[in-house]
């Protein structure tokens, strides 16, 4: 086939196979425009899906009369007019192809006025065949009606999902625009229902539990950080408790300047300020607003502007991280258990009475808890001293030979004694390993490893970690790893450095052979620490339970171990009270 010119009809639609994915797409790039336009109030209404109609009503400054055909040209724009413009984009819309995209795979209409005339002017484009502009009755503003979506591109429309699914994505999309402009007015409706009535707001909070529901005003801390020398940066916003932790990223809301984006390395430092505190599965519910100059970061990365590039990664992370995480750590995020009403004031028919109150020492040289409690030492007590600790008058009892019940100024505690050990033993980890390497213990006779292949390779990949984390393997054989010297903590802890060294391979393959990065080094810390912790089953003495209870006064996340799970649960005076019908 010769090399030809192609049209700007069939331009336009291979744009629009970038800008113009589904519906919610359309409805974003319009409402992005309604935005730049200075509306304050936007109004959507779509049918069957967006597939059948979407019409975007603004009160913005209108459009020209005159300037409505360059408004559907190709690379047509008000937004941008040179190279530098490029360098600090300010509005949410630069490119100039969105509408002509959308105008190609559609039956579309434009219609707006300003505030310089008398009646609106009306432009109709049908498959990327433009009419001509007439005349039309309006108030001041533009109203895009975009119908047909996709009616002379067939193989595009069979890709779209049902019509619930694509409202259902149009919503979000509303929402997620709507939380970083609360100052503008929003409607939805989907067959003239009403999905969303977004009235304007002042205050960001209000929008965001106008978004989320006002029942989460409780859970939801706000945050704010400056870097003034990191082109005037500010991060703020809305971090939700743990307990409201969902399954998917899509409750992390993150804007920039204004612009809703979903980027890898702000989510990640998202994910990282909560890092022990929800289980690694589940996502945070955050609002993340992000204002930085315009020139720090670049937003003509893809047509559909959800991803950019910053000029100072680094910055960007480090404070989103901070900022979220220093307000983490000021809440009190131990979770309260409210009993259940009692249907009546009797007393229950059963009672367990049982609990053993202060057990004998546990087999695995528990006595270290005392001097590690005022010492950052991880090296085992066996072999020095044991600090003596003064026990406190504090009551408290293990049950279970798993839990530990104390009381509060205002209720009882009960603590998992395995999440508390292992959320301190995460702590003095890697607080030793910001100092350097962990020490090491060589082994009397090596142990010995089958493995893999696909394990033996690992294990060369990841030869610098284990050397950070004292643990030296070697080959020895062709599928044969042989343990010389484990972490000191584990000799002192009982740990099964076979099963330990399994355990490393299988994250190794999991992560390709690359457990090199922080976040990777935080999984294997995870590992150390639930290993080498208390467990549950392990009787403990007076001594040692007051030790264990010592260390939430000073641990820095005390309320949750490394995996997310709360150390302990809150029961108030209060509901005890109404249970036994005190109150």
Known sequence: MPIRQLTPHLVNQIAAGEVVERPASVVKELVENALDAGATSIEIDIESGGTELIRITDDGGGIPSDELLLAIAAHATSKIGSTEDLESIATLGFRGEAIASIASVSRFTLRSRTKHTQ???????????????????????????????????????????ADAAETARITECVESIAVGHPTVAFTLRSNNRVLLALSSTDEPKRRMLDVLGKELEPELLEFEMSVPEAGRLVVHGFAGKPAIARPTAKAVRIHLNGRPIMDRLVLHAVKEAYRG????????????????????????????????????????????????????RAANLVPYFELPKAESTSAPSSFDTSPRLFGAGISSNFSELAALAHSNALESAADSAVATVELPRTKLAQFHENYIVTESEDGIVIVDQHALHERYMFEMIFARLADGDLESQQLLVPEVVECSVAEMDAAQGIAPLCARIGLAMRPFGARTLAIDAVPSLFSSRGVDAVAFARSLLGKALEHGGALTLESSLHEIVDMMACKAAVKAGDRLSDGELHALLALREDLDRSTNCPHGRPTSLKISLRDLERRFGRS
């Open 119 to 161: 009646e609106g002017s009306e432009l109709g484009v049908e498959g990327g065949v433009v009419g001509s502009v007439r005349p039309v009755a309006m108030r001041v503003g533009t109203c895009v009606e975009v119908k047909s979506l996709f009616f002379n591109v067939p193989a595009r429309r069979k890709f779209l999902r």
């Open 277 to 328: 505190l929800i289980d690694p599965a589940r996502s945070p519910s955050v609002a993340l607003f992000i204002e930085v100059d315009p020139r720090e970061v670049d937003v003509n990365v893809h047509p559909a502007k959800t991803e950019v590039r910053f000029r100072s990664p680094q910055a960007i992370h480090q404070t989103v991280r901070r900022a979220i995480e220093r307000t983490l």
